[in-house]
């Protein structure tokens, strides 16, 4: 576990102990590596600045997996993709950035054999998962859309600095193809209309989840529209109290074939935990060998999606 200490990784942390995976922490402050492996009896602590290959050689030394929660992703995967593949191990991230995510699945492959899975986190894999049980067979779809609902959102110091470092800038899919659109104009807004509890909503569109990077990988469209809808905060929850929040989710995809819609949805509580639980199924399934493909791969490409959807602690999941 690399940042093993931040808000996210320590539900992954968790998560992984419950399943009595032999853990590694690794970050870069190791006072705070030693605080948390006190809390789990048996794991190793590995401090490593990224800077530093040989810190991250030693880190790496023996593991047979990678999960990178350190973020913003802007500064962290070159360093630990390459420490990974040097040790011949397979790489996880939740990166969420839309460029950091299009970056990565640009880059080169790695050995044959090895998985390297950016963006397994809420914003990058659900939408993938959700899309690829979805998609079916046939011709291509004219256009696959994945709409977000939160009913608040208090976000994390990493996530905030993720937002500040895209500075408004979007990354959308349309016309079979990624465009970057800079931050100079406010994202346009339209109505879709979510299954309840949040119904008809004035959304965010052209909002720049990581799935839009992930489901135009290898679910063949033209367009990937989204929404985003974010009920106002009315106070400060308590998303860094390092237990789950009250936060509720709802996460609908449509496939848009032959003038026809199909939509499938999932709702759940708290994106930083339930990211947290796909990172920990995720690295489950690598462990087991139990993937669908090795490489550079999405959630939806790397495992089996509806079965890899029913494991998670969903309040609701509508595949049908
Ligand atoms: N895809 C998704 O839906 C999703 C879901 C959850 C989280 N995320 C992303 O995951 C990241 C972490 O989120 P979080 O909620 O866990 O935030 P957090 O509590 O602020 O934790 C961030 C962690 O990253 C470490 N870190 C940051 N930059 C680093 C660097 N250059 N070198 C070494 N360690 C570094 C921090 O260590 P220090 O304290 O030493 O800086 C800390 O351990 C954020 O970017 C967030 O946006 C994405």
């Not at 992984?16 to 492996?37: I, K």
């Not at 067979?137 to 009913?151: E, M, R």
């Not at 959102?153 to 079979?176: C, H, M, N, Q, Y």
């Not at 720049?208 to 469209?221: E, G, K, M, S, Y």
């Amino acid at each position: 576990m690399y940042g093993a200490y931040g808000h996210t990784a320590q539900f992954v942390v968790a998560a992984l102990r419950r399943r009595d995976v032999a853990l590694v922490l690794s970050g870069r402050d190791a006072g705070r590596l030693h605080a948390l492996a006190a809390h789990h009896p048996g794991t190793r602590v590995r401090p490593a600045a990224l800077d530093s290959p040989a810190d991250l050689d030693r880190a790496l030394d023996g593991v047979v997996a990678v999960v990178n929660c350190a973020g913003p992703f802007g500064d962290t995967p070159p360093a630990l993709v390459d420490a990974a593949l040097r040790a011949g191990a397979h790489y996880l991230d939740v990166a969420g950035e839309t460029l950091v995510a299009w970056r990565m699945f640009d880059g080169p492959e790695p050995p044959a054999g090895v998985l390297v899975a950016p963006a397994l986190g809420f914003f990058g894999a659900l939408g993938d998962l959700l899309a690829t049980a979805a998609y079916g067979s046939g011709p291509p779809a004219g256009a696959v859309t994945v709409a977000v609902a939160l009913d608040g959102w208090v976000p994390t110091r990493g996530s905030r600095l993720a937002g500040k470092l895209r500075a408004g800038r979007r990354v959308v899919f349309t016309g079979g193809r990624l465009h970057l659109r800079s931050g100079d104009t406010p994202p346009p807004t339209a109505t879709w209309t979510f299954p309840p509890p949040f119904g008809a909503q004035e959304a965010e569109t052209e909002f720049p989840t990581a799935d839009v990077v992930t489901i135009a990988r290898h679910l063949p469209t033209q367009e990937i529209p989204t929404y985003l809808y974010t009920a106002p905060t009315a106070t400060e929850d308590d998303t860094n109290a390092h237990r789950r929040s009250e936060q509720r989710f709802v996460v609908e995809v449509a496939i848009h074939r032959g003038g026809h819609e199909h939509r499938v949805s999932a709702s759940g509580r708290d994106i930083y935990a339930f990211s947290a639980a796909m990172a920990a199924e995720a690295t489950t399934r690598v462990l087991q060998g139990n993937v669908k493909a090795t490489g550079l791969v999405t959630a939806g490409q790397a495992f089996a999606a509806a079965d890899f959807l029913r494991t998670l602690p969903l309040d609701h999941l509508n595949l049908s």
